[in-house]
């Protein structure tokens, strides 16, 4: 059975730090690309960054880029997004996405960025 733990969300003041794991059980972690999503109150469902099975190649949506940073560990079947200078535009609930076909997806954990 898959299953995907998410967790590192919580409340953090703009300009802090949060580093969001995903951990991975069920699935061949090693061989599968990541993504990570995140939805806001009444937005749609968006691309933050990816990475392949290998940890090579990461990409970011503009507004991630330098300030976000994705990895993994495959020895522990886990994924990581580290983000910085956080703004409160980045608050939304964070998914993790393993695979493509089939993807899974975690249950997503809460971003909130606020003073």
């Known amino acids: 059975q898959v299953q995907l733990v998410e967790s590192g969300g919580g409340l953090v003041q703009p300009g802090g730090s949060l580093r969001l794991s995903c951990a991975a059980s069920?699935?061949?972690?090693?061989?599968?690309?990541v993504n990570w999503f995140r939805q806001a109150p009444g937005k749609d469902r968006e691309w933050v960054p990816s990475?392949?099975?290998?940890?090579?190649?990461?990409n970011y949506v503009d507004s991630a880029r330098g300030r976000f940073i994705i990895s993994r560990d495959n020895s522990k079947n886990t994924a990581y997004l580290q983000m910085n200078s956080l703004t409160p535009e980045d608050t939304a609930v964070y998914y993790c996405?393993?695979?493509?076909?089939?993807?899974?997806w975690g249950q997503g954990t809460q971003v909130i960025v606020a003073s």
């Open positions: 996405k393993i695979g493509y076909a089939p993807a899974y």
């Open positions: 069920g699935l061949s972690f090693s061989s599968l690309g």
């Open positions: 990475i392949t099975f290998a940890g090579r190649s990461p």
